[in-house]
């Protein structure tokens, strides 16, 4: 168990629809990293918040936000879905804000029919 | 930008016989190297990295990698593999310059062990 906790692990919904998957990072990191895994692009980077503020971003659509809370946590919004958004949504933390020790979370697995 | 290749996508291999996973990364700039594990259902978890210093890099579960600057490489080993080791490895980068703030995975390297 890595510490960062994903939800919810599976969700299906329908095109054009909007979604929130929610993200717990280990007790103690202040980064958040969201990173997208699909089956024709790989592992993709989308975005990343350290202490509550964007840190850098990744090939994040316009049709996605997210943000992190000053409990820390970090919601990813993903909007106006597409079939081709079907992937398995990871999170990830650190401490730093750095890669060097990075946490990953088992996912959220979307699905859009 | 930088770039990883995995050469290759599937690679079995049977119990106990020594197994290689290549990755080869392009940059302009110096770069930290990573390899990470996903077994089935599960997400990624960190094999061992390379930041500096010697270019043997030893990490969990009995692997290791070598950074090959000359080559720009950094193929992931071991020498007798077991049936739990059958996952997806991802080699990763990370620029130097950038504050190290997000990682550029390879496409990943399927292993498969058999009996």
């Known amino acids: 168990d890595s510490g960062v906790t994903q939800t919810p692990k599976h969700l299906i919904t329908a095109t054009g629809q909007r979604v929130t998957l929610r993200c717990s990072p280990r007790?103690?990191?202040?980064?958040v990293y969201w990173y997208q895994q699909s089956l024709d692009q790989g592992l993709q980077f989308l975005i990343q918040y350290y202490n509550g503020e964007e840190r850098a971003k990744g090939n994040i659509l316009e049709r996605f936000s997210a943000q992190q809370f000053p409990d820390l946590h970090s919601e990813l919004n993903l909007s106006s879905l597409e079939l081709g958004d079907s992937a398995l949504y990871f999170c990830?933390?650190?401490?730093?804000?750095?890669?060097?020790?990075?946490?990953f979370g088992s996912g959220t697995q979307l699905s859009v029919l | 930008a930088q770039s990883v290749t995995q050469l290759d996508s599937q690679v079995p291999v049977f119990e106990e016989a020594p197994v290689e996973l290549r990755c080869n990364y392009s940059?302009?700039?110096?770069?930290?190297l990573f390899w990470y594990v996903q077994y089935p259902n599960q997400g990624l978890q960190l094999l061992l990295k390379?930041?500096?210093?010697?270019?043997l890099v030893k990490g969990i579960n009995g692997f290791e990698a070598e950074f090959n600057k000359s080559q720009t490489s950094f193929h992931l080993r071991k020498p007798s593999v077991h049936i739990s080791d059958t996952a997806e490895y991802f080699c990763?980068?990370?620029?130097?310059?950038?504050?190290?703030?997000?990682?550029?995975f390879g496409s990943g390297t399927r292993l498969q062990v058999q009996p």
């Open positions: 390379y930041l500096s210093g010697s270019t």
């Open positions: 940059s302009s700039v110096s770069v930290y």
């Open positions: 990830a933390s650190s401490q730093t804000g750095s890669v060097e020790k990075l946490f």
């Open positions: 990763a980068v990370s620029l130097m310059d950038t504050g190290r703030r997000a990682l550029t």
């Open positions: 007790s103690g990191d202040l980064s």
